[in-house]
Each structure stands twice: as C-alpha cells, then as structure tokens.
C-alpha cells in the first residue's frame, strides 16, 4: 500500500483517502463537466465558476486568507438537544471534536465521511455530466439508542460574476445581488443584475445583465433561508459559528444589495438507528423570461430533485472516468507508476486540458486565462479518450493567431481576448499540437477546415500550422539562430533578448525538433517548397549551433542582447541549463560524443533526489539582462527548482539516448508518491505532479507547490506511454518500441489506438530469440504495426523481446 502519515491511495488506485484533516496544506480535488467547475478541497472548502473562473465566479473562496481554503460549501448538522453543532466537511467547525474523519478523492468527487456526537455523516460532492449544477449529496445516521432532533445547515457564500471585480471592488458590486426565496420550488434564486465582463481591469463601467440565475435548494423541506450574509453570519462572527445556526433560526432574509450567502435550513427526526438520504443542489441557467427558473434549457430541474434520479447522475461521473481510464494501462513492478499511469496520472491530465493553468489553489484563474502554449500540450492525455474534443479545442485556439504565423500568448473565454507578449516558442506549439492529433487520429480532414486569423483573413489548418513554422524559421538573429524575444517556454528569460538581437539555443533545438516531426506532414500535403526550405533550415541550424553554443561539457543556453552567453561554465551563476542538453539529444542535433556529455553533465550538476534541477547554480544576483529568473529566491520556481515539466523532458533525453536505466530511476524520482515521502516538507497533494520541488538550493529543499495545474502531467504521461512503454503513433500506423531497465524482468501494457486494442507484454530475450516485436508468435516487421492492420474493436496480443 503506497501511505504516508495523513492518507494512502485504495488498492485499485481509484481513490486517494485522507485520514487526518490537519494535512500540511489544502489537498484538492475537482469535480466538473465541460462548462461548470469547481475546486474542492479535503475540507469543503474552494470555488465554482461556469465556462471561466474570471467573468463567471460563481462562489467564493478567499486567497490569502487563513485557514487557506474558506469559505467552501457546507453543511453542518446541529442536536438539538445538546446545541452542539458540527459540519459534515471539518470545516469550518475545525476546533471541534470529531470522532472518525475520512476524505476519498475520487474522479470527478469528493466524499467526506465524519462522525460526531452519535452521528456518522457523509457528503459526496459531484457535477453531473450535462447539468451545470453541483450536487451535494448526504447521508446520515443516527448512531445512538435515542431519538434525535437534527436541524441542517447548507451554505455557500456567492460571487456571480466577475471575481477580479470582486476583489478590488467588491463594497460597490454589492450594489447589484439580488437573491429571493421560491417558495413553491423550496429554492433560493439568486442574480446579479450588473456584469463587468471588461477584458482587462479598466473604471469603465458596461451596461450588462450577469446572464444567468443561480439556484439553491434541497430535496428536504425547506424551513427557513437566508440570502443576507451579514444577517445568516451576524456580527464579529465567521462562518464557524452562524448565528443562525446558534440560534436555531434562519432569518428568511432576502436580499437586494448587499453581501450574498445562499442558506438552507431543514429540520428532520431520526430515530436510534435510522438514517436519511438527501441533497442539496446548487445550479445555474441562463436568465431568459421571468419565473422561468425551472424550465431551464441546461437545467433540467426535476432531475435534480429526487435522490434516485441524482444517484443516476452520479454513476453517470463515474462511469464517464471508468471510460475515460480504459484508454490505457499498465502492469509493472513498480506500484507507484501503477498508481500514477493507470489513474492519477491520467487524470491529472484531463484536469490539465480543462483547466489550463487558471483555475486552483495556486491559480487563482483571474491573470493568465489559457495560454496558447500550454493549449497545444495539454491535449496530449486527451487526444486518446476524446479526440473530438481536442480538435475543438485546437479549432478554437488557431483562432488566436495572426495572419503571419505568430500568435497570441494567452486568451480568455467569453471575451476573446488576449495578449501578444512575443515570447518565441509558442507559435512552435500549433505544429507540435496538430502532428500529435493527426498521429494520433489519422484524420487529415481537420487540415482542410478554415479558421479565421485574429487580425485579418482566414486560412485551412494547414497553412495556419505551416505559417507558425515559417515565421518561427522567419524570426531569426542575423547569423541564423531563432530569438528569444521576450522569452521562450521559460517565461522568466525575459530580458535576453527584448532588444530583438539575443538568442534561445533551446528555441533553435526545439525548432529542428517541430521540424522534423512535421515533414511527414508536408510529405503528405506535397508541400515542395517548403519541404526544400525548411529541411534546409534545419541543418543550417544543427551546423551552426554546434559552432557556437557548445560550452565544453554542455550546450550554452541562449545569447543576450549583447551577445553575452547564459548557460555556460564561464558564470557564476547560472552555468548550465537543463533544457538545452535534453532538446540537443531530444532534437538529433546533438553529435553521439556530445548528446553523452550533456547526459553525464547533467547527471553530475542537476540530478537531485526529486528530479532534475532546473538551471544550477540558482541566481542570487540580479542579472538585469536575464531576466525575472534572476529576482526569483534561489531554488524555486524557474531559478533553480526542481521544475517537474522541463526534469520530464530530461527523461525522454535520456531514453533517446539509451541511457534507460537512469531514465526510469528519473522517472521514479518525480512521481508525487516518491517525492512527497518527506511529506511534512513536501506538503502538497502526493497523488498529482507538482510544478516544482524546491533543490538543495533554498533552505525549504523538498517542499513543492502549483500542484495539479502543470504542462507536467501530460508528459509524465506521454513520456510513460511513449517512450517506456513504447506506442509510438503515427499518422499511416503505430510503431512498437519500448525500453526495459535492467532492474525489471518485464512489463505488460494495454493502449488503445484507433478504436483497437494494443497489449503488449515486454519480457528479456532468452538465448536464441531475437529482438523485436511478434504477433501471434510472428516478427513484425520494423515493429510496426500499419494502420490498415488495425480494425475496430479488436485486441492485438503483441509481445516484444528486449
Ligand atoms: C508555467 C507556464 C508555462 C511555462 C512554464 C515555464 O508552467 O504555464 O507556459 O512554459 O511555467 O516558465
């Protein structure tokens, strides 16, 4: 059983159990569907929003506030009798005893289990699939031999609208909540009767109706109700200690201005032994005609009000997840790798495409929107479960390119907008994005759909994917290498090259890299001319870079503005650069002599107990011409973390270097449930990557943060899939390669590919057998299986001989 002192996954890995609240941080989790959110903690506590976390905040939770996760959605259950009062999450009465505690992270739920004075409770949290409501669904039993007289409690303090908004002026839009009690439906419906739905903070007011209602209610009779948070709440008081609750009494407040809650109460009797099954459910839908509120196009209300109904929502959750999960698994020696590819892994990732970088503890989802680099790598755990929905996905981000190739750096939902920050890497990532799906699928259809620029005219998939790579070969410094601009996939080398002269020899590794991963591409389009042109590119580039980046023992990592170098052995700071040495091997630039030199300058300078070191050493003087990696304190983030993203590509180096047994002990080294072994100094959640580790750098060396919401899961997955375990797609077919390390005998792993299942069972040649890949006992050929081999629906048993 993998464990450590606060929680431990459950044999099948399908759920995370906490079993001491007082964890070093919040610990997370999300439930969602495509358009409504939320982020819930092993407390209750987090937020909800609808289609983005900015203009759409539907609750609140407080940043920077201590304890860290409050408000969140509660309920809380009083005995009548004693007074006593206790909520079925821990908090926010977290001063008081409770008797048992235990929190399952599961896919797409929350379930919390408690028990106290002779109740035991237990609240599961989900969003249904197509409803844009979260229910929360509750049990509970009476646990003693006398008859008890409950009163329920359920709340959430509300937003409705724009949370940058609510934040900086938050005493004027509480000028505009309305919340009213329906009585007939035993519902609160609360609005706001003002949008700020401004692209960028701006005093400009516009004249808009927050588009929809939100709705509150409970499958039990309602008793009483709040909309009024300072009258539910009362006076130097928290939501620890209601006065309603203390009281006894709702104060039926409906509100017209002022600071919104929605509050239920219900009362209800168990006898010794008895329990009760009941939800509440919190919704929203548009606003069309008055006292619509129930016939709602996306709210199908009368679903939601009767407990059957809701279970069927939630088994439709987890059987979208068993769907979801069926697209790949493995069987090795290794439980923790178990555990992370079969489920967490995967799942992180699909928290990833839906979440972008903006939307969590860590991202308060008000700053970044979806970044367009991120966009076109989080797609990769998508691209196997739903393909069409990656495609939409990619559809929608070409829309925020320019006619010339470059690109936006980030984008918001409902408003569109975004800004140009020239940061040279990211137009790289359309190319990138759209070969993995067309390996992945084979559909060649989406090249020919046309997409409009951001500034002007429109093109097919193609010429948008092929301009990205004509204006990244373009944006070159005079002697022929790609500029770093404003910096490159890392955002804090943002002073090398503002002045338009510094170089990225990361950038130019990583466009050789996109180059050659998209000429079967232009093979296919017939593309000539571009072929000629770019493929000379590339090898102007190779030979160029291996006359003036290489440092010795390692690639130097850009040139700034003045044509200094960073990344070399001649600083003091700042020597050498992970992500130079791993794209010169990942890229085939590198020469076999100097592709082991970087393999063993890295292992020597940045290979850490958790992972592999960013740059070393970390900054400690500013340097006004490299940038923010520079101000940052040494050891975290970007200067000088274990940044998990850019150690992951480091793996994939090392297996394209066939060094595999240093990659599988890298590999292992990150995995959260490895590297949260120290979990009081770890502190964050040990079942998803974390951005970074903090290195031997920073006096805190071990702690980790921004977990859940990192480019890091999708390669960790890819990198597993991929290169481990060796399903390499293709456009005409898969090939088969995988690698084994010497400390295990053999694995066994199963991947769907269009519509077909691959397992593959890898063991050691014995004396006399040859290398490679057989089906059904016979060699295939080059270990490559073409796509017309492959029908739906089958199950192909191959075995590959190492
Ligand atoms: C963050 C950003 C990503 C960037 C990385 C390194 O993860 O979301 O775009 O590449 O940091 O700076």
Redesign the pocket.
Do not use: I, P, V
């Given at each position: 059983m993998i464990k450590n002192k606060y929680g431990y996954f459950t044999d099948d890995y399908r759920e995370y159990v906490i079993t001491d609240p007082k964890t070093p941080r919040p610990w997370f989790n999300y439930i969602w569907n495509k358009d409504f959110a939320g982020l819930i903690s092993h407390t209750g506590g987090g937020f909800s929003f609808l289609e983005t976390p900015r203009d759409n905040r539907l609750t609140r939770m407080r940043y920077n506030c201590l304890p860290w996760d409050r408000p969140g959605r509660y309920v809380m259950v009083k005995d009548v009798k004693s007074g006593e009062y206790r909520s079925l999450s821990w908090a926010p009465t977290i001063d008081k005893h409770y008797d048992e505690y235990e929190c399952r992270h599961g896919q797409g739920y929350t379930s919390i289990k408690t028990k106290f004075l002779g109740i035991s409770g237990k609240i599961t949290y989900f969003v249904p699939r197509e409803t844009n409501a979260e229910v929360w669904r509750v049990s509970l039993k009476n646990m003693t031999d006398e008859v008890k007289e409950l009163e329920i409690y359920s709340f959430a303090e509300l937003m409705m609208g724009n949370a940058l908004n609510d934040i900086i002026n938050q005493p004027n839009d509480k000028h505009f909540t309305d919340i009213n009690f329906d009585k007939a439906n035993n519902t609160l419906i609360a609005t706001r009767r003002y949008w700020v739905l401004n692209k960028k903070v701006s005093v400009e007011q516009p004249n808009l109706d927050w588009k929809y209602h939100l709705l509150f209610t409970s499958t039990l009779p309602v008793t009483g109700f709040d909309g009024s948070l300072d009258k539910f709440i009362g006076r130097w008081r928290s939501e620890a200690n209601p006065e309603a609750v203390e009281r006894g009494e709702m104060f039926n407040t409906e509100i017209t201005a002022g600071d919104p809650v929605v509050a239920l109460q219900n009362k209800i009797k168990l006898d010794p032994g008895e329990g009760v099954e009941f939800a509440i459910i919190m919704g929203v839908a548009p606003k069309n005609e008055e006292d619509a509120a129930f016939k709602y196009q996306h709210l199908d209300w009368s679903n939601l009000k009767e407990i059957s109904k809701l279970d069927g929502l939630f088994g439709e959750v987890k059987e979208y997840w068993n769907g979801y999960l069926s697209h790949f698994s493995v069987e090795t020696p290794d439980e923790k790798i178990n555990a992370s590819l079969n489920v967490w892994n995967q799942y992180q990732a699909a928290v990833t495409f839906d979440m972008a970088?903006n939307s969590g503890y860590y991202h308060g989802g008000l700053l970044?929107g979806n970044?367009i680099?991120?966009q076109f790598q989080d797609i990769l755990g998508m691209l196997l479960p739903e393909p069409g929905r990656v495609k939409a996905r990619m559809l929608n981000a070409l829309k925020y390119q320019f006619s010339d190739g470059s690109t936006l750096h980030n984008f918001f939902k409902i408003t569109e907008w975004g800004e140009k920050t020239n940061h040279s890497?990211t137009p790289l990532w359309i190319p990138f994005g759209i070969t993995e799906y067309l390996n992945e699928t084979g559909d060649l259809t989406i090249l020919n759909e046309v997409v409009k620029f951001y500034d002007e005219g429109e093109a097919t998939v193609y010429e948008h994917t092929a301009r990205a790579l004509d204006f990244a070969i373009s944006a070159v410094s005079e002697r022929g290498l790609p500029k770093i601009m404003n910096?490159d996939?890392?955002?804090?080398l943002d002073k090398v090259g503002p002045r338009g002269k510094g170089e990225t020899i990361w950038g130019a590794f990583f466009l050789g890299y996109v180059i050659k991963k998209t000429l079967p591409l232009l093979g296919l389009m017939n593309d000539q001319k571009r072929i000629k042109d770019w493929s000379e590119a590339y090898v102007k580039m190779e030979k160029l870079i291996n006359e003036v980046a290489w440092d010795g023992e390692w690639y130097i990592r850009a040139f700034n503005d003045f044509m200094e170098p960073l990344g070399t052995h001649k600083s003091e700071q700042g020597k050498i650069f992970i992500n130079a040495q791993s794209w010169a091997i990942i890229s085939g630039m590198a020469p076999e002599d100097r592709a082991k030199l970087c393999l063993e300058s890295v292992k020597k300078h940045l290979l850490k107990p958790d992972g592999i070191q960013i740059c070393w050493p970390s900054y400690t003087k500013v340097e006004e011409n490299t940038g923010l990696i520079s101000r940052c304190v040494p050891g975290k983030k970007?200067n000088g973390a274990i940044?998990n993203?850019?150690s992951s590509w480091f793996v994939m180096a090392s297996i394209v270097a066939g060094d595999i047994d240093s990659a599988v002990d890298i590999y292992k080294r990150m995995l959260p449930a490895n590297s949260s072994e120290r979990i009081d100094t770890y502190e964050v959640e040990p079942y998803v990557f974390a951005?970074y580790v903090t290195s031997p750098d920073h006096p805190t060396e071990g702690q980790a943060s921004?977990s859940w919401?990192?480019?890091t899961a999708v390669w960790m997955l890819r990198i597993g899939m991929d290169q481990i375990f060796g399903f390499k797609p293709e456009i005409s077919g898969i090939t088969i390669d995988p690698v084994l390390p010497s400390y295990w005998d053999g694995f066994r792993a199963k991947r769907k590919f269009r519509g077909c299942e691959l397992d593959l069972t890898v063991k050691r040649a014995a004396a006399g057998e040859t290398s490679g890949l057989y089906l059904n006992g016979s060699p295939v050929e080059n270990n490559f299986i073409p796509a017309e081999n492959l029908t739906q629906d089958r199950a192909l048993q191959l075995t590959y001989l190492v």
């Open positions: 970088r970044f970044g680099r991120d890497d910096g996939w890392n955002d804090t970007e940044f993203h850019a951005e921004h919401l990192t480019g």
